[in-house]
Each structure stands twice: as C-alpha cells, then as structure tokens.
C-alpha cells in the first residue's frame, strides 16, 4: 500500500467502538501494518483543551458554538495529525469524525444538514475516510454501558440520542460505499469479525 488509509470509527456514547479500534489495531500491528491511533475530538495540543471544554464546561454553549468547536478541533487535527499521517503512507484509526457532527450536531441538535455538510468540507479541506464504521446499538444498552457519570454530551437525554442513532442510519443509507452499519449488540468477538471482514475488503 504506498498511500495510507483513512478508518472512522462512528457510533452513540457507549456503542463500543473505542474497543473494536483497539481490536483492529491490534491485528494491523500484529500483521505489520504501519497504525495511527487518534480521535476526535481532542487527538493532543490544543486538541485537547478543546475537548475539556466541549465534555466539560457547566456554563450554557449554544448548538452553533458547539458546532465551531468541534469543527475547529477537527481542522487542527485533520492539518495537524491525519493528512501527514496519511501521507506518510500509515493506516490512521480515528474514533469519531465527521459524521459525529452530522449525527449529534445535525439529527441531535438540529442544525441544518446541508450547512454542517459544508463546514464539515471545509474542516477536512475535502479529505474522506476511505471506510467508516457505524456501530448499531439501541439507547437502553448504550446508556447503561455509559453508567451513571454523564460529561455534558452523555446527558443530553434518550431522545437525543435516538435522534442520533437515526440519525448515523440515515447517513449509512446515503453513502452505502463508504459507511457500514455493524450490529454492536452483539459479542465483542462476533462484531470484531464483521469489522475484519469490512478491512479486508478495503485492503484487497
Ligand atoms: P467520546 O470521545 O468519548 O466518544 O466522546 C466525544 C463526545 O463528543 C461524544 O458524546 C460525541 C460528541 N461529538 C459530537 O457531538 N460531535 C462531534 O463532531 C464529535 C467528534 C463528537
């Protein structure tokens, strides 16, 4: 492979994706694939400041301001981390990407789709992911794997997240090519190999 790979991994709090990417990592590193791990948002730096107030601050944040936010840590990050990763020729990993601020800033919070679309272009400076999982779970089950200490995200209720979780289905629905829809109710070994199946696809 001379150029990397670009892999998202999408999903509502508590789907389980964090662990399928360490899972993925683990069998690329073991296969002697050259592996980025990072996320949005709040990859290091600056970064990082932004996800402690994105997660974090008790004062009011409008919907619109959040939206900035999360587009401004994905800016530094795509510039700063992903693009010369993926130009070194690396797999980058990337838990949570664009498709978070569609499905939580969009379907959640209501801003219109269109317009995220465009900033979100403008936030990557056009880079996709070449495959992006979304991991399918119902609210009940995510939100008790969540558990009781909620940052400012997680509390945002279970109609919110239905809305977001609808929201990640309908995204898949436009883009069939790139996004795949995986059933994380499942064992975290069986959902693994669905992931493994998708890569090897990808890779071939
Ligand atoms: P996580 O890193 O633990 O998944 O948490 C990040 C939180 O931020 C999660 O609740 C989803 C949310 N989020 C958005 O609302 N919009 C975004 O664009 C991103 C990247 C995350």
Do not use: W
Request: glycine residues 8%.
């Amino acid at each position: 492979m001379s150029k990397g790979l670009f892999i998202t991994f999408e999903g509502a709090d508590g789907c389980g994706k964090t662990t399928q990417l360490n899972l993925l990592r683990e069998y690329l590193q073991n296969n002697n694939f050259d592996v980025l791990v990072t996320r949005e948002p709040g990859a290091k730096g600056l970064g990082e400041k932004l996800r402690d107030i994105l997660l974090n601050y008790d004062g009011e944040v409008s919907n619109r301001c959040e939206s900035f936010l999360f587009l401004a840590d994905r800016a530094q990050h795509i510039d700063t981390i992903v693009k010369p990763a993926i130009e070194k020729g690396q797999i980058v990993l990337c838990d949570r990407h664009t498709d978070s601020t569609v499905a939580y800033q969009g379907y959640g919070r209501g801003i219109d789709i269109d317009q995220i679309n465009k900033l979100n272009n403008i936030a990557t400076d056009g880079l996709k992911p070449d495959l992006t999982f979304v991991f399918d779970i119902d609210i009940e089950t995510s939100m008790s794997r969540v558990g009781a200490e909620k940052d400012r995200m997680e509390s945002a209720g279970n109609e919110f997240f239905n809305r977001v979780r609808n929201g990640y289905l309908q995204i898949a629905k436009n883009e069939p090519q790139r996004v795949k829809v995986i059933d994380a109710t499942k064992s975290i070994d069986k959902v693994f190999e669905s992931v493994l199946k998708e890569f090897n696809i990808l890779a071939q």
